[in-house]
């Protein structure tokens, strides 16, 4: 009996070992069959003895290890991610500006420049060229990951509400964030400028009865934040959670917020898409992230509305709204603790590997290229707030 326990000890199978109880049935068999699938290069899959070793030329008998497929197939990954990551970069900072330059000379009434990327024009082509650039910015890399990866629609993208719950939950979490990290900057510095450009020169109008900046605004509010969630709680996300989710949510995370190539804007970016991947998986479906995400750009809106006030009570219009926010967050949060209290099912798949956590995110983020670009965006973002 002892020798059966130690040679079932020594069998290592990372399939069979991932803990699938956190999500449904269907989705955990869809999962397990894209992992298993031999010509896929971007599922770690490995079986074996620790005993056993195998012949390999010029080195001799070694034993082949988890570690070192662990390692090869995230490296192989965050190739990939980096290559999207840099799709979106390029975009955001040059494709964009190329396109908008190139429609200044057909005869479009845009124009931009690289030294400053402020955009010039008429408030139609302005808010177009806004919609069509956030949009386009996302889905670049967002496709190029869908046919990378091949992930089932299934797992690619979660859509089974199992615990409303939950969505309540993080939502409630999300309102905590908000109020937290607008503390010391009460918007981001886009939402900040392209507010402020349809606000000037507009002394007779307000802001909000321009048409233009309406359409913008409900675009920037419901479809730009849906399409960022694609992104990151989408197929990056489930290619990651192999591994377990708290690295799935720590890895997507930090590559929202440098995406944002903002330093105000990263620690907030950065714990809403944590919030956005915890409520995913604790409730079922991508559309908990969904709900986060447009929620923090409606906070995020009305902070700029209310800055906009010219009135000397503007700051206490801002504080209340903001306590507001966080009382009824806090009020939610622990509601839904309250009523998880009984519940044991866990919400996140945990990975027991080799590599401890620090070392797996720490050569994770060291891969070239999504090294480079996460260094050209931590450069950006303090270039743009020492400049």
């Not at 490296?75 to 990939?80: A, L, Q």
Request: charged share 15%; with cysteine; hydrophobic share 50%.
């Amino acid at each position: 009996m002892n020798d059966e326990n130690s040679a079932s000890n020594d069998v290592i199978n990372v399939i069979d070992q991932f803990d699938y109880s956190t999500q449904d049935e269907q989705y955990n068999e869809k999962y397990r069959s894209w992992r298993m699938r031999k010509t896929n290069r971007y599922a770690f899959t490995f079986e074996g003895n620790r005993k056993e070793s195998i012949y390999i030329d010029s080195r001799g008998f070694v034993k082949k290890t988890a570690k070192e497929t662990e390692n090869d197939v995230l490296s192989r990954i965050f190739y990939t991610i980096g290559i999207g990551m840099l799709m979106f970069v390029v975009f955001d900072d040059l494709l964009s500006k190329i396109i908008i330059i190139l429609l200044g000379k057909a005869g479009v009434n845009i124009n931009t420049s690289f030294s400053s990327g402020s955009i010039y024009g008429g408030r139609w082509e302005i808010a177009i060229a806004l919609m069509m650039t956030g949009f386009l910015r996302a889905a670049v890399p967002l496709t190029y990951f869908h046919f990378k990866f091949r992930l089932p629609p299934r797992n690619e993208i979660m859509w089974k509400l199992r615990s409303p719950g939950a969505l309540f939950g993080a939502v409630s979490m999300a309102f905590i964030v908000f109020a937290a990290t607008s503390i010391p900057d009460a918007y981001s510095t886009d939402t900040k400028e392209i507010f402020s450009f349809f606000a000037a020169g507009q002394a007779d109008i307000s802001v909000l009865d321009q048409t233009e900046f309406l359409v913008y605004l409900v675009f920037d509010v419901l479809v730009i934040p849906v399409i960022t969630q694609m992104l990151f709680c989408g197929a990056m996300f489930a290619v990651l959670r192999q591994f377990g989710d708290n690295f799935a949510i720590m890895m997507t995370s930090l590559s929202a917020a440098l995406m944002t190539q903002d330093i105000h804007s990263m620690p907030a970016v950065f714990l809403v898409t944590a919030v956005c991947g915890y409520g995913m998986l604790a409730s079922g479906t991508i559309f908990t992230a969904f709900a986060v995400n447009i929620l923090y750009k409606m906070f995020l809106t009305a902070i700029a509305i209310i800055e906009s006030i010219e009135s000397a009570s503007m700051p206490i219009y801002r504080n209340i709204f903001m306590s507001a926010v966080l009382i009824v967050g806090g009020i939610g949060f622990f509601l839904y603790i309250r009523s998880s209290i009984k519940k044991s099912k866990p919400h996140l798949a945990v990975y027991t590997s080799e590599i401890s956590f620090g070392r797996r995110v720490l050569g994770s983020a060291k891969t070239f290229p999504y090294s480079a670009v996460a260094i050209i965006c931590l450069v950006y973002a303090i270039m743009k707030a020492v400049l």
